[in-house]
Structures are given as structure tokens and as C-alpha cells.
């Protein structure tokens, strides 16, 4: 009768037993090329992560500046203690328009900022006659003054004086501005509001004029 030892496959059919010092003995999972691919897409998403975090802190920093509004003088658009960033660079390159929310240093203290609209250009005749605001003789539509906020003094007329603008408050019956400490030289005015970003209901552009309209209802 045939042993069992017998029935084996001869010795030289036995594969030989994996090499402990041997690399395929240290391969694992974490080794695989898959793996591999995966640490190296990481590192390039970390790496393009830590650039555009880079840039807009950059941009932050040299092109927009953030600020906080003290008072009402600006609402309903903007309210006490508000947070919002302005544009320091944009007058390099565009020009002051009517319309525009605009910071600059006050005229009777340049240690203080004010911001205010821009209601009248240099050279424009401004007058205000039981609240309606009036440029060179014609009403000036103002969507962003609500009724309440109207103050329906008369003032003016006054020649806006050149390379000067003539700035209101929106809030017209708590509001120290132009009708008060005159036109304000473009020397002055540093930066335009653009965008708001708290408190979080308020956050959105402040160019667009129908965001402007939209805060005012």
C-alpha cells in the first residue's frame, strides 16, 4: 500500500517560500500605485488650496479693506456696527459716479472716516427744496431714501466746486454730511463700498442698484 508520503509532489514542485529580506515581502496596501496617486493628488489639492488662500488674502490685504459702520446716517443700506469691505484701488482707475457709496476722511477731523453717497459731481449746481433733492435745477430720483428717512428742510443752492463731489447720508434726518461740512475734495475719498458680509442677512454687493432699492423697502 502507497504511504502518503508518497503521494507528494516532488520537491522541486514546491514553490519556494517568499524571502522575508525580499521587496515584494514588504509590500502593502499602502504602497500600492493606487495609494501613491491618491498622497500625490492630495498634496497638489493642499498645494493649489494654500496658493488661492495666499492670493486672496493678498488681494484682501492691498486691494479691499474691511471696515465697520458707526451709526445710521447710512440706513436703511447700512446699520450701526455693520461689517463691510471697500474697494481702496477702484478710483485709480474709474471715476466717482453719482450714486456711489464712498468712504473718505472728514474734512473737519482727518483722524475720522466717513461714508457717505455721492450726490453731486464737480461743477453741478445742488439745491434741496422741502426734502427733494434737486441738480442743476432737475429732481434727482432717489430710490434709496425711504419716506421716513426724507428730511424736508430746504438747503443750497450751492456750486459743487471742481474736483469735488457733494455727499448725503441716505438716512437724510440723522445726517452730518455735505449740507453741513461742504463738498468733499476727491483728495479725500479713499475707497467705495462694495460688498457687505455681516450680519449674515445683510451680506451681498453694495454696488448693484437693485440691492441698494432692495434694502430700502
Do not use: C
Given at each position: 500500500?502507497?504511504?502518503a ?11 519556494d ?9 514588504k509590500?502593502s ?9 491618491l498622497r500625490?493628488?492630495?498634496?497638489v489639492?493642499t498645494?493649489?488650496l ?18 465697520k ?23 485709480r482707475?474709474?471715476?466717482?459716479e453719482?450714486?456711489?457709496?464712498v468712504v473718505?476722511?472728514?474734512?473737519l ?9 455721492v ?9 434741496i ?10 429732481p434727482?430720483?432717489?430710490?434709496y ?9 430746504d ?15 441716505d ?8 449740507r453741513?461740512?461742504?463738498?468733499v ?32 423697502k
Amino acid at each position: 500500500m502507497d504511504s502518503a508520503e508518497e503521494k507528494l509532489p516532488p520537491t522541486s514542485a514546491i514553490p519556494d517560500a517568499p524571502d522575508p529580506a525580499s521587496p515584494a515581502s514588504k509590500t502593502s496596501p499602502s504602497g500600492s500605485p493606487t495609494a501613491h496617486s491618491l498622497r500625490n493628488e492630495i498634496r497638489v489639492w493642499t498645494r493649489d488650496l494654500l496658493i488661492a488662500i495666499g492670493l486672496a488674502l493678498v488681494i484682501i490685504v492691498f486691494l479691499y479693506q474691511p471696515v465697520k459702520v458707526e451709526g445710521t446716517s447710512m440706513a436703511p443700506l447700512l446699520s450701526d456696527q455693520e461689517r463691510i469691505f471697500i474697494n481702496k484701488f477702484v478710483y485709480r482707475f474709474e471715476p466717482i459716479e453719482r450714486g456711489d457709496v464712498v468712504v473718505f476722511w472728514y474734512p473737519l477731523d482727518r483722524t475720522k472716516s466717513f461714508i457717505k453717497r455721492v450726490v453731486g459731481l464737480p461743477g453741478e449746481v445742488v439745491e434741496i427744496r422741502q426734502g427733494i433733492v434737486y441738480v442743476d435745477g432737475g429732481p434727482l430720483a432717489e430710490p434709496y431714501v425711504p419716506p421716513q428717512y426724507e428730511d424736508l428742510s430746504d438747503f443750497g443752492p450751492v456750486r459743487v466746486p471742481r474736483e469735488s463731489y457733494f455727499v448725503m447720508g441716505d438716512h437724510r434726518i440723522s445726517s452730518n454730511d455735505s449740507r453741513v461740512f461742504g463738498p468733499v475734495a476727491s483728495r479725500f475719498i479713499y475707497g467705495r463700498a462694495v460688498f457687505a458680509y455681516w450680519p449674515v442677512d445683510h451680506f451681498g454687493s453694495l454696488s448693484a442698484t437693485s440691492t441698494t432699492e432692495a434694502k430700502t423697502k
